[in-house]
């Protein structure tokens, strides 16, 4: 396994494990939190899961390029916005939490978010002043807060 991302801080590394899974280790957490994290995600995002085991799961590989890696335009937050808010209907109570451009991979017009670690259920208010938020954080005055 080739190793993509490790944070040392947070005691987690993400591996290549093969050309179509990923593989996120958690070096502090207990099995059942894995083990409850990996059925939230099963809920939230059918067919993401393919495997866990009591440090790690295996996720499905989107191939793509992190959206924070590409131009910046006005058509391209207009995109992401759309793409996030509807994100958010779709998985409803539950919500990703942290919509930083690196968890939102872009392969063509597909969108995928990856990164699951902060899923929960939290109040409707709470998600989109945090999107409105991380938006902002991302593209500054190209964010229209009033778009969401």
């Known amino acids: 396994m080739d190793l993509i991302k490790e944070n040392t801080e947070k005691k987690r590394a993400v591996f290549l ?39 790690y799961i295996d996720f499905v590989r989107y191939v793509g390029i992190p959206a924070s890696k590409l131009k910046h335009t006005e058509k391209f ?17 539950y919500a990703h939490g942290d919509w930083v451009l690196s968890n939102i991979i872009v392969d063509g017009k597909d969108m995928y978010m990856v990164d699951w670690d902060n899923v929960g259920i939290y109040h409707t208010v709470q998600i989109y002043e945090k999107l409105k938020s991380d938006l902002q954080s991302a593209f500054g005055d190209l964010f229209d807060p009033s778009s969401i």
Do not use: M
Not at 26 to 55: C, F, M, R, S
Not at 81 to 87: D, E, L, R, S
């Open 17 to 55: 494990k093969d050309s179509d899974t990923v593989r996120k280790f958690w070096y502090d957490k207990e099995p059942g939190w894995i083990y409850q994290h990996a059925d939230t995600l099963k809920k939230v995002q059918p067919d993401y899961v393919k495997k866990v085991g009591p440090n």
């Open 77 to 93: 937050v207009q995109e992401i916005t759309h793409f996030c808010v509807n994100q958010i209907q779709n998985t409803l109570p």
